[in-house]
């Protein structure tokens, strides 16, 4: 018998992670899993669906611990054969008034955002069966970030030769020159979220190409994108949009029909491909 179809949604006890998990239960023809790095709080989450009805299942996953993330494709490709949907959505962001230094913020932020969630992949792509689709919840902010980077850094993010090895290092660079007090010197903006989230944004468009080279039949779509500006723990109550509207956008590109060639390696907002 054919393994069944599956899809796992990291950081998905709450926010946008959750609300794309409900959304998936009730579209996605597959099993559905919420995954968290505290069983408590996933095991909750999953308990809360259940009482509406949904069916979800569930899988510790913490995004910065490797044994955490291998355990995690060990399970999916023993059980499942591998997986058919990817939502990489776990993230942090410091708040505003969050007085920790800029060069820790730097650091802590890219160590998930960006090499954490870029370990994810790596470890997942492989295991991603073919028709296999691939959603990197990105923001604008990557966007408006790229936008203040010095005319070089953003030839290079926008390049359509850009390894990941050169992306790794301007990450790091990134990291050491905001802990040495230099980065607005060298180039960059004053912001870790956004600067990560550019880096999550290019690292798509590598991995897409890298696909289409390497497994041109297999048909999977990858794709960054930006929910929207969500009412959730990390932004606050004034958001203009719903956990569940902030989903739409994810959702249709984790559910983007057989046989679709398009959109992939793109920046995608509200349904629509965003220029780089
Ligand atoms: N909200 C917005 O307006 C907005 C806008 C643009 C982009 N985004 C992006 O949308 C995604 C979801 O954000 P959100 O607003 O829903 O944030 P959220 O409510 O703070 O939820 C973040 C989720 O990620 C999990 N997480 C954090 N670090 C993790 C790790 N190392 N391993 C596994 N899970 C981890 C959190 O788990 P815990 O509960 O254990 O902390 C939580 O489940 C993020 O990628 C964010 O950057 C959000």
């Not at 903006?189 to 600067?195: D, E, N």
């Not at 959702?251 to 965003?274: C, D, I, N, T």
Request: proline letters at 6%.
């Amino acid at each position: 018998m054919a393994n069944p179809k599956v899809a796992l949604v990291t950081g998905s006890n709450k926010g946008i992670g959750l609300a794309v998990v409900r959304a998936l239960c009730k579209e996605f023809a597959g099993h559905v899993y919420l995954t968290s790095r505290d069983v408590g709080r996933g095991t909750a989450a999953v308990e809360n669906l259940k009482a509406e009805g949904l069916k979800p299942s569930f899988h510790q996953l913490e995004i910065t611990d490797s044994e955490s993330v291998r355990a995690a494709r060990d399970y999916f490709q023993e059980y499942y054969g591998g997986v058919d949907v990817l939502v990489n959505n776990a993230a942090i962001a410091f708040k505003m008034a969050d007085t920790t230094p800029f060069g820790n913020q730097a650091e802590v932020t890219l160590k998930t955002n960006f090499f954490a969630t870029r370990d994810m992949c790596n470890v997942f792509l492989p295991i991603i069966k073919p028709g296999g689709r691939v959603v990197n919840i990105s923001s604008g902010l990557g966007s408006t970030a790229l936008s203040k980077c010095s005319p070089e850094l953003q030839a290079r993010f926008r390049s359509d030769d850009i390894t990941e090895e050169e992306l790794v290092a301007l990450m790091e660079r990134f990291v050491k020159e905001a802990q040495e007090g230099v980065h607005k010197e060298r180039g960059w903006p004053s912001t870790a979220y956004g600067v990560s989230k550019t880096g999550l944004t290019v690292l798509s468009r590598i991995h897409a190409r890298r696909l289409r080279q390497g497994r041109p039949q297999d048909d999977i779509l990858l794709n960054a994108c930006c929910p929207g500006w969500v009412r959730t723990d990390m932004t606050g109550p004034n958001a203009t949009k719903s956990p569940e509207e902030g989903a739409i956008t994810p959702v249709y590109l984790a559910l983007l029909p057989p046989g679709e060639k398009e959109p992939h390696g793109q920046f995608v907002s509200e349904k629509a491909v965003q220029p780089w």
